[in-house]
């Protein structure tokens, strides 16, 4: 019954996963299940099938829970479809939630048009997220964000035609192929990961597991295969072997068909003005200079740390409030000077690491250290911050106040830490 039950967590829809959780709750209330005690982890960017991810909102929930997490936050790029799932499936495991949006901005008219920033397949654009939306707001927040959802439809496509160049008419067929694995039927995006698993999946179908297809992707297309990456690849009975398929196009095939993002990226200014007005709070992603990518999906390439001091100080400019970061993936050296940086000019840290992958883990032992605690009261004030903005739409009470009093400060960070439990 708890197998069923599990599987259930990744139905169809959002009702059954909802109902598969409720059940599987009582059997936690009955001791038959036994959940991990929370081990003080927290994770703000967790991504669900709304974007990529093996996990529904709902079964991301229950692995955060199961992993030991005290909070989890939603985080799916260009949509926010799967928020009121989330907050659903985390009121039934009685686990704090926050919820967010991630996208890429348009960073034209800039000093920092022509320069590589947070992105790999692309200069001149940026990842940014929004993080803590007022549960109200989820509906503005998908009206903001679908006219690019449907813009980056079309470059979709383009790329898919692209693969067909390359491989043979009809070798990928984006509805069955691509759309299929997604949520975009429910305000879901699809994205170049999408892409990337239909063609590994295909890859797979054509050449089998294994050296024939090791050797097809390293000789026929030269693709780099780093040697843990080789092993998984080599492994026939990986569970998980799709997924590090995925990664490794994504971190090199991708350039053969990738087609630039334009009319699917909102202005950085207009995002920042929107996320503000909505009381929620605009946040830069720092990703860093990149030597070894744990998720498999990065080349080893320099992103922003040559000019990090002049990027802080844009995005303090232009009304960003926070700076989000994965505390795993960065060097002492880097989260030392991003962390005075942020000091200096008053941001607001998050701690983000990013979910989209079977072999990726809820927790960050990087959170256990002294020097990262702040991440987790940031975490607890950001729940604070969006229960608050919540509870005053409720009321009829939301103003601009309520904007303006987002958790920078530490007597600010106090305050919302005592609203968020």
Not at 288 to 317: A, C, H, P, R
Request: glycine share 6%; aromatic share 8%; hydrophobic share 40%.
């Amino acid at each position: 019954m708890e197998n069923e039950l599990l599987e259930k967590l990744n139905a169809s829809t959002a009702i059954e996963r909802l109902d598969a959780l409720k059940s599987l709750v009582k059997l936690v209330e009955n001791g038959t299940i036994n959940l991990n005690k929370p081990e003080g982890y927290v994770n703000n960017h967790i991504h669900t099938t709304y974007s990529f991810s093996p996990y529904s909102p709902t079964l991301a929930i229950w692995e955060a829970k199961m992993a030991g997490l005290m909070t989890a936050g939603i985080v799916d790029h260009d949509s926010i479809g799967g928020a009121d799932e989330f907050i659903k499936a985390g009121q039934i495991l009685k686990m704090a939630t926050t919820i967010g949006l991630e996208c890429r901005v348009n960073m034209q008219g800039t000093k920092f048009e022509n320069r590589r920033i947070n992105n790999g397949d692309q200069i001149g654009i940026a990842y940014v997220t929004i993080h803590g939306i007022p549960n109200q707001k989820i509906k503005e927040v998908e009206e903001f964000i679908k006219p690019y959802r449907e813009h980056r439809f079309i470059r979709n496509l383009k790329m898919v035609d692209k693969i067909n160049d390359l491989f043979g008419d009809g070798f990928l067929d984006y509805k069955k192929d691509v759309e299929f694995f997604s949520q975009c039927a429910h305000g879901g995006s699809v994205t170049e990961r999408h892409i990337m698993f239909a063609l590994a999946k295909k890859l797979i179908q054509i050449h089998g597991k294994g050296s024939d297809l090791v050797n097809v992707l390293s000789k026929d297309w030269n693709l780099e295969i780093k040697d843990q990456v080789k092993k998984h690849l080599l492994d026939i009975d990986n569970s998980v072997y799709e997924y590090d398929l995925l990664n490794l196009l994504k971190g090199t095939f991708i350039e053969k068909i990738y087609v630039k993002a334009t009319k699917e990226l909102p202005n950085i200014k207009d995002l920042v003005v929107f996320a503000k007005e909505i009381g929620a709070i605009p946040a830069y992603a720092y990703l860093g200079d990149v030597d070894n990518s744990i998720t498999g999906d990065k080349k080893n390439m320099k992103f922003e740390d040559d000019y990090l001091d002049e990027i802080i100080t844009y995005m303090k400019k232009v009304g960003f409030e926070a700076i989000t970061y994965m505390p795993s993936r960065n060097s002492d050296n880097q989260l030392n000077r991003l962390r005075e940086l942020c000091r200096i000019h008053g941001f607001f840290q998050i701690s983000g690491e990013d979910i989209n992958s079977p072999r990726q883990l809820f927790t960050c032992e990087a959170l256990l250290k002294p020097e990262n605690s702040l991440l987790v009261t940031s975490t607890w004030a950001m729940i604070g911050h969006e229960k608050e903005a919540t509870k005053q739409l409720d009321n009829g009470m939301f103003s601009k106040k309520t904007i303006e009093k987002l958790p920078l400060l530490e007597d600010r960070i106090n305050y919302f830490v005592s609203k968020a439990k």
